[in-house]
Each structure stands twice: as structure tokens, then as C-alpha cells.
């Protein structure tokens, strides 16, 4: 295969991290923008809501989308009510410290980590998508003949991965609609703003944060349930997941929803290229590299805001 067909190849499946990417990052920041909570934790709700879409479409059996809309309809509100619950039981009572939540946030990895191993087992799950259909791709080229289109050998892709950068989409425009245009979302911003204040005018703050908290983790275990058909579901997945959210956050700014997209599709997009053409290894490293050039020329990140 050519180059130029074998980059779009690589760049198309560059849009499917980034579109998995931008969900999971966005609970993230999420979490930081409303709580200032830096959520340890978080790749292990990503991990929890694939081995719970494993449990969902194993237990329901029959045809495979149906166990998939199951999974994707059941397992993000079920991981944000053990997200909620977990801030009620842990977060809420340390007062939602800086330093005293990063520990109770690596308590809660662990306790969902160990239990998952204890309760599904060591071994990696693979869920079967609901429609994967092999899809050639079309290449065009201006030669001497004038503009023309052929099909290279290779060069495809699935529906299902389509399906996944289309739903990602979806999601983050019901999300920005919901954050832009709802009296949750103004309620949201508000405790975001100065959650003293908020709180002077009736905001129960103590149940925004449970919500965003359960918001955040429901998000990461969407994203789970759109790539565990691509990539099994194990208990020791949520580490990547995680790091990558990280570094998303930072290059888009703490908290700031518009950076933690353009960052989520530039990881994600670089990653998938530089995977392909070169190793997995290199992605990350240039990833760190990126994210050590943020923090010393640019700290409030790419379209994060400074601190007054």
C-alpha cells in the first residue's frame, strides 16, 4: 500500500482513540473544573464499566446488539451511582481536600481494582460487536489522466469503528447542550464559579458535586463500553485509559471543556499515526514530551484560563 492510503488508514483509526479519548477525559475534567478533585480513580471506572459491559451482553445472550444497547444504556448510569455513592461515603467526609482526596481517590482504585479480580476473574473478556461490517475505503489521486479513484488492497475499515467516532460525537454535543442550555448545567457552572456562593443561594452543593462526581466516572464507562468491542475487557485496563486522560487534561487546560477535545483529538490522532508507522512506545513518549513542553511554556494549558 502506498503511503498516502496507508496514513489514512492509520489516521482513521487515530480518530477512534481520539473519539474514546475525548469521553473519558472529559469526566475527567469535568471532575476537576466543578470539584477541583483530581480523580485517581478514574481509569478504574473506565475499567469497571467494560467488564461490566462483558457481564450485561454475556448474561442477556441472543443476538449481539442487544446486549450491547443493554450495556450501553445500563452500565455508565450504574458506574456513576457507584461513583456517587463512593463520593458520599469517602469524598464528602475528608471535605473534599486537596491532598487527603488523592489518597481516597487511589483507596477507591484499588477497592474497585481487587474487587473486580475477586468477583470476574483475571482473564480478558471480549465482547462482540453488535455489527462490524468490512468497509473497502476509496482513494483519490490526480495523475496523468486527469482525477481519479481506485481501491487500494487493504485499505478499509469497520462500521462499528465508524459507528464509535459518530457516537462520540453525538455524546459531547448532548453534553455541551446539556452543560450550555439546562438548569442542571447552570447549576453546574454556578458551583464551578464559587461554590460559597452558590451555595449562599440555595444550591445544594454537597449533591452537584455526588452528580458531577457520578457524571465524570458514567462518561469513562461510556467510552468503555464503545471500545470494549475493539479491545477486551480486563481488570488491569484502566491504567492507559488513565494516563492518557492526564495528559489530555493538562495539554487542554484544567477543567476547560473545549481544550480537554482539541487535546483528546490531538493525542488520540498522533497516537494512532505514530502506532502505525512507528511503535506504541514512541506515541507515549512524544505524548510526555508534549505534555513537559505545555507545562513549562504554557502551564494554564492550550485553552485553559489563568489564575487571577
Known amino acids: 500500500m502506498e503511503f498516502g492510503p496507508h496514513l489514512m488508514l492509520a489516521s482513521l483509526e487515530g480518530a477512534v482513540i481520539a473519539a474514546i479519548l475525548s469521553l473519558t477525559a472529559m469526566g475527567l475534567s469535568i471532575v476537576f473544573g466543578v470539584m477541583r478533585v483530581v480523580n ?75 474487587t473486580t479480580l475477586m468477583t470476574f476473574g483475571p482473564d480478558a473478556r471480549p465482547v462482540e460487536a453488535p455489527f462490524n461490517t468490512r468497509l473497502s475505503l476509496p482513494w483519490f489521486e490526480f495523475g496523468e489522466n486527469g482525477f481519479a479513484m481506485f481501491w487500494p488492497w487493504g485499505l478499509s475499515t469497520t462500521s462499528y469503528k465508524l459507528f464509535v467516532i459518530a457516537a462520540a460525537v453525538v455524546i459531547l454535543l448532548g453534553l455541551w447542550m446539556v452543560i450550555t442550555r439546562t438548569k442542571i448545567g447552570l447549576v453546574m457552572r454556578a458551583t464551578q464559579q464559587d461554590s460559597e456562593m452558590a451555595q449562599a443561594f440555595g444550591v445544594p452543593v454537597g449533591t452537584v458535586y455526588s452528580l458531577v462526581f457520578g457524571l465524570g466516572a458514567g462518561l469513562a464507562a461510556l467510552g468503555a463500553v464503545l471500545v470494549v468491542p475493539i479491545q477486551q475487557a480486563h481488570y488491569l485496563m484502566g491504567h492507559d485509559p488513565l494516563l492518557l486522560s492526564f495528559i489530555v487534561v493538562i495539554i487542554g487546560g484544567l477543567g476547560s471543556l473545549p481544550g480537554t ?46 489564575a487571577p
Not at 493525542?267 to 513542553?293: E, H, N, Q, R
Open 261 to 306: 477535545i482539541v487535546a483528546a483529538i490531538l493525542i488520540g490522532m498522533s497516537d494512532g499515526i505514530i502506532s502505525v508507522f512507528f511503535s506504541p512506545t514512541i506515541a507515549k513518549i512524544i505524548a510526555t514530551l508534549l505534555v513537559a513542553m505545555v507545562l513549562v511554556f504554557r502551564p494554564q494549558g492550550l485553552l485553559g484560563k489563568t
Open 40 to 114: 485517581v480513580a478514574h481509569g478504574e471506572f473506565f475499567m469497571l464499566g467494560a467488564v461490566l459491559a462483558w457481564y450485561v451482553t454475556s448474561a442477556l445472550g441472543g443476538h449481539p446488539a442487544l446486549g450491547f444497547v443493554a450495556a450501553l444504556l445500563i452500565v455508565p448510569v450504574l458506574v456513576a451511582a457507584i461513583a456517587a455513592t463512593a463520593d458520599r461515603l469517602i469524598l464528602k467526609r475528608i471535605n473534599y481536600d486537596a491532598d487527603r482526596t488523592i489518597v481516597g481517590t487511589i483507596g477507591i482504585l484499588y477497592i474497585i481494582q481487587q
